[in-house]
């Protein structure tokens, strides 16, 4: 019976690494844009005002007109034998003459409150022909009122009148000179359309030098673009173009960032041979004695592992602080750090007393693990190996963070207290560890650009311990 074919499970789509993120809209575009709200509103406002102006200007231009034929109208004005309305001369404008011209006068007799006088004969202008001005009530009638009327169903009219106290009448005379408001409609909208065109015109070239001073101001931006791009692919390493010195500092930040990849990339190739390296001789040591079926192997076992578990230890906690150390932001206050590793050292040494003194509110520019790794692993080297007594002081100077730990117990020569800082040198090998507590203090606080040095407590008479940590602002 054959069995039947496996079925080849197909592999599924792979998952596009860099997900597109959710763009923000473009910075030529909110630029063009509020450029172009800020032009619209300016040419709106402006304009507007404009066109209140120029309207105005005109329409008393109009009105100047009007009042100037008024004034001859009334210079030119006597009163008859029978007591009516007469002019000595003909008007100057023969559209008074035209019918329907469009352009009329009227003088009309009043009383004191404005009203028309009965059995007082109008004297119209021909071109009124069969239509007669309104006579409006007023009571401020020695004053020139301008107004619009549209008592004419066919053309709407402005109108200039006046009361007049003629010499020998007892009576008041209206004068009213009337003209239609076409033509000034019409120059009004050749005006609008003037201002509306040229403002328009204004506008689409202020934008349109809007986007162009923003594509131009913006392309420094497209060609760091472009560089980086360039570095991602290998075909450089750095930008190295010059640019504007607004963006100047931006392409010196990349470079440095680059860098800053680049030593953190080397320092992790250094890390991984020095541990493969590290690792070897054990791992051959093992193979021999393996290969040769040794009688002590399992000693030797545990001897070489003991000593690869140290160079990993050491290893691991310098990478974690290499990988920390790229926190700008990176910040620990020392005393609360103090005081978690003073009561973990004191449940596990019962008869080790650990005093705390000094600035409470002293804080470092390193990270709270590593604070802890490197506080931790002096206090308890210091419980270990003192007489019982601990003594931790903390000050602060200008640039930095001094952590004092002192203890009661026999010190170490000054000979050697720089080789005691190796990784895996123990003076006293009858007590557990690895040796790894103070190469671990000295290469975390080398990274952070702290030190430690190691002295003669003058006060316990034993070891002195001073960790010096960058002071965080």
């Not at 599924?12 to 844009?33: D, E, F, N, Q, W």
């Not at 406002?45 to 109009?62: C, H, P, S």
């Not at 007023?138 to 007049?164: G, M, P, Q």
């Not at 160079?311 to 750090?337: K, Y």
């Amino acid at each position: 019976m054959n069995k039947p074919m496996p079925v080849e499970r197909l592999a599924p789509a792979p998952v596009a690494t860099r997900k597109r993120r959710r763009s923000t809209g473009s910075l030529t575009r909110r630029m063009i844009g509020i450029a172009a709200i800020w032009i619209v509103v300016l040419l709106g406002v402006g304009g507007y005002a404009l066109d209140r102006i120029l309207t105005t200007a005109i329409t008393q231009n109009f009105d100047a007109q009007l009042d100037y034929v008024l004034t001859a109208l009334i210079a030119s004005s006597e009163i008859g034998p029978d007591g009516e309305v007469l002019l000595n001369r003909p008007p100057a404008d023969q559209r008074f003459l035209e019918a329907y011209s469009r352009l009329y006068f009227q003088i009309s007799g009043t009383t004191a409150d404005g009203r028309a006088v009965p059995n007082v004969a109008d004297f119209p202008s021909r071109s009124l022909w069969d239509r007669k001005l309104q006579v409006r009530p007023d009571l401020n009638h020695f004053n020139v009122r301008t107004y619009d009327s549209k008592e004419f169903e066919d053309e709407e009219l402005r109108i200039v009148e006046r009361n007049v106290r003629l010499p020998g009448s007892p009576i008041l005379w209206r004068f009213q000179v009337a003209e239609s408001r076409e033509g000034l409609d019409e120059q009004i909208k050749v005006l609008r359309r003037t201002l509306v065109r040229s403002f328009g015109a204004l506008g689409l070239g202020l934008i349109l030098l809007a986007a162009i001073q923003a594509f131009y101001g913006l392309w420094p931006l497209r060609r760091v673009r472009r560089s980086i791009a360039q570095i991602r692919s290998g075909e450089k390493s750095r930008i190295e173009e010059r640019f504007p010195q607004e963006i100047e500092p931006l392409t010196e930040e990349l470079n440095a960032l680059l860098v800053h990849n680049e030593v953190q990339a080397e320092e992790a190739r250094t890390h991984a041979g020095n541990l493969a390296h590290a690792l070897k001789t054990p791992l051959t040591v093992i193979t021999n004695a393996a290969t040769a079926n040794s009688p002590d192997l399992a000693d030797t076992v545990c001897r070489e592992a003991t000593t690869m578990r140290r160079q990993v230890d050491h290893h691991l906690a310098r990478a974690r602080a290499i990988g920390r150390r790229s926190s700008a932001q990176a910040r620990a206050e020392v005393w609360p750090s103090l005081q978690a590793v003073e009561r973990a050292v004191s449940k596990i040494y019962d008869n080790v007393t650990v005093d705390l003194d000094g600035e409470r509110n002293a804080a470092v520019r390193v990270e709270r693990q590593d604070l802890d790794e490197m506080l931790g692993n002096l206090i308890e080297n210091a419980a270990k190996y003192g007489g019982g007594r601990v003594f931790v002081t903390v000050r602060t100077t200008a640039e930095c963070v001094e952590i004092d730990v002192e203890d009661d117990g026999r010190g170490i020569p000054e000979a050697e207290r720089v080789s005691i800082f190796a990784r895996g040198a123990r003076l006293d090998t009858g007590k557990p560890g690895t040796g790894l507590g103070l190469a671990i203090v000295s290469d975390v606080a080398e990274i952070y650009a702290g030190s430690i040095v190691l002295e003669e407590s003058e006060d316990l008479g034993g070891l002195l311990a001073r960790l010096k940590l960058p002071l965080s602002g």
